[in-house]
C-alpha cells in the first residue's frame, strides 16, 4: 500500500535509456564481486546531495554486501545534483580523489546534454574499479542487488 497514491514516481528516461543505464550496471558487475545502483528522482528533499545518497543507500540495505562494496549513483534531476555513495569496502581501496573525478567525468557529460550516456559512462568506470579491486570469483560470487533503476519522486 502506498501512503501517498496521489504521488506519482517521474519516469525520467524513455526505454532505450533505461535499457541503456541497466546493461551499464549489468556488464559492470560481469567480472566482479560489486553492487552497482543507480537512484534518480526530481528534488533533493535533504541539503546536500552527498546526505541523500548516503539516505539510499542504507534505505536500499546496500551496506548488507558480502564483502562491503556496494556503490550507489545518485542524482536529482531538477535540482541538478548528483553523488556517489560507496561503501567502507571499495571506497578505502579508491581514496576520496577516485570519486571526485568520477564526479566530474559524469559532469562533463551530463552538460553536453546527454544524462543517461554519462551515468551509463560512470557506471561503466566504476565498474572497471570495481573488476581491479574485487574480481569475480565464480565460487563465491552472486548477483546480491537487483539491476534496475530505482526511481525516486
Known sequence: MRLF???KKKDFFNKAEKEQIVQAIRMAEKETSGEVRVYVES???YVDAIDRAADIF???KMQNTDHRNAVLLYVAMKHHELALFADEGI???TGAE???QAVKNMIARFKSDDIPGGIADCVKQ???TLKEKFPYIPTEDKNELPDEIVFGH
Open 126 to 128: 566504476v565498474g572497471e
Open 58 to 60: 542504507y534505505k536500499l
Open 5 to 7: 497514491p496521489f504521488i
Open 43 to 45: 528534488k533533493n528533499p
Open 98 to 100: 577516485y570519486w571526485n
Open 91 to 93: 571506497y578505502q581501496k
